[in-house]
């Protein structure tokens, strides 16, 4: 019951502050320090210093935001969540049945279950932010060609190279260009980039 109380309120101070705001939008940094100077002690800078802090805070406030999206539906909004830009829009539909949530938005399905906030620690944080940019590398290598081409010269191998081939090409010319060996730092760590953008690791 505490915890309905807490999102309630923070809804209500978020969608003040939001409404103040329009017809632009707050990242999120500003949103939380608006939040803070209206008493939210979740989002006051001391509270935020440490990953699991900070993603607490963030999850909680993305989570009390997706909650809050079907009730503004009733007036003809919609709410735009992104970090870099979290706005009130008009709803493209605003006398359709917009309240539940959209078939496959993953996200906003994510920040709604909040099972997925136990047991993120520090190391939990930072592991789920690896791999949020593992898959940042992934997705622009396979959207870019010209950079997998790149990234595959720098290994020495052909545009139909696959992993196994990828793994080899990478363990002789680490071993190569060692510093230990006789090598070049600046080599190694260039090989060693190529890997991770055509791996991901």
Avoid at 80 to 102: K, M
Avoid at 127 to 134: K, P, S
Wanted: aromatic share 6%.
């Amino acid at each position: 019951m505490e915890f309905e109380k807490a999102i309630a309120t923070l809804q209500h101070h978020a969608l003040r502050i939001l409404r103040a705001a329009q017809p632009h939008g707050l990242d999120e940094w500003t949103l939380m320090e608006a939040l803070a100077e209206a008493g939210c002690r979740l989002f006051e800078r001391a509270a935020r210093q440490r990953p699991e802090t900070l993603f607490r805070a963030h999850f909680i406030l993305f989570h009390a935001l997706y909650r809050v999206r079907p009730q503004l539906a009733a007036e003809g909004l919609t709410l735009q969540i992104h970090c870099l830009d979290i706005r009130l829009c008009p709803h493209p539909q605003p006398h359709a049945q917009s309240g539940a949530l959209a078939a496959g938005d993953e996200v906003a399905a994510f920040y709604l279950d909040l099972s997925n906030l136990e047991g993120m620690d520090d190391t939990a944080v930072e592991a789920l932010i690896a791999e949020g940019l593992r898959r940042c590398l992934t997705d622009d290598l396979a959207n870019d060609p010209d950079h997998r081409h790149e990234a595959l010269a720098v290994l020495g191998l052909e545009a139909d190279a696959d992993r196994v081939q990828i793994r080899r090409a990478y363990r002789r010319l680490a071993m190569r260009h060692h510093p230990d060996r006789g090598g070049d730092t600046a080599t190694l760590q260039r090989i060693t980039a190529a890997y991770r953008q055509l791996t991901g690791n």
